[in-house]
T-cell receptor, first 108, second 113 residues
Framework: GDQVEQSPSALSLHEGTGSALRCNFT?????VQWFRKNSRGSLINLFY???GTKENGRLKSAFDSKERYSTLHIRDAQLEDSGTYFC??????????FGKGTHLHVLP | DPKIIQKPKYLVAVTGSEKILICEQY?????MYWYRQSAKKPLEFMFS???????DNQTASSRFQPQSSKKNHLDLQITALKPDDSATYFC????????????FGAGTRLSVL
């Protein structure tokens, strides 16, 4: 079936550094979304992309539908960026499927 | 103020019983969804509704039945509960099919004993 493969499953970064999370898709997706789980366990939407790139502060996301992947870049990581990040993608207009998440730990 | 309200926050049920999970959204959205997250599994798509009509269904069991009495409500009725149904159930909504940025509720954590 349709799958979203997210990597890495866990990531440790020192404050001030950066890295990228990636999702590969087994089929062509209409759009991708990136979420972060907050301290109360709620999912907060970071980005929605149908194509191209978007940037918001220290976060930048890209989506290539043809090549079937999306990335989330974090730069100048801060302690408060620690948490679990999820990508999700739309194989059709009425379904959004999720990756397994990346546990990010920002170290002092 | 939460714009997507799920009730109850926690729910304990006995095997074989029936429960209804409530979801209301005050975002003016036309599409609503149910997801389930079991321990150590990714968030799993269950149902999507648009204008109170079922659009997609990934759940194999007929024990799970969404109910939409109003456009901004999508409750989830679960019958003949099993211990394997224990999970956190998340409701979400989006504007419509052309822009389905998802907004999530806080979830209902169901434990079936």
């Amino acid at each position: 079936g349709d799958q979203v493969e997210q990597s890495p499953s866990a990531l440790s970064l020192h404050e001030g550094t950066g890295s990228a999370l990636r999702c590969n898709f087994t089929t062509t997706m209409r759009a991708v979304q990136w979420f972060r789980k907050n301290s109360r366990g709620s999912l907060i939407n970071l980005f929605y992309l149908a194509s191209g790139t978007k940037e918001n502060g220290r976060l930048k996301s890209a989506f290539d539908s043809k090549e079937r992947y999306s990335t989330l870049h974090i730069r100048d990581a801060q302690l408060e960026d620690s948490g679990t990040y999820f990508c999700a993608a739309d194989p059709n207009a009425y379904k959004v499927i999720f990756g397994k998440g990346t546990h990010l730990h920002v170290l002092p | 103020d939460p714009k997507i309200i799920q009730k109850p926050k926690y729910l304990v049920a006995v095997t074989g019983s029936e429960k209804i999970l409530i979801c209301e959204q005050y975002l003016g959205h036309n599409a609503m969804y149910w997801y389930r997250q079991s321990a150590k599994k990714p968030l799993e798509f269950m149902f999507s509704y648009s204008y109170q009509k079922l659009m997609d269904n990934q759940t194999a069991s007929s024990r799970f039945q969404p109910q939409s009495s109003k456009k901004n409500h999508l409750d989830l009725q679960i019958t003949a509960l099993k211990p394997d149904d224990s999970a956190t159930y998340f409701c979400a909504s989006s504007q419509d099919r052309s822009q389905n940025t998802l907004y999530f509720g806080a979830g209902t954590r169901l434990s079936v004993l």
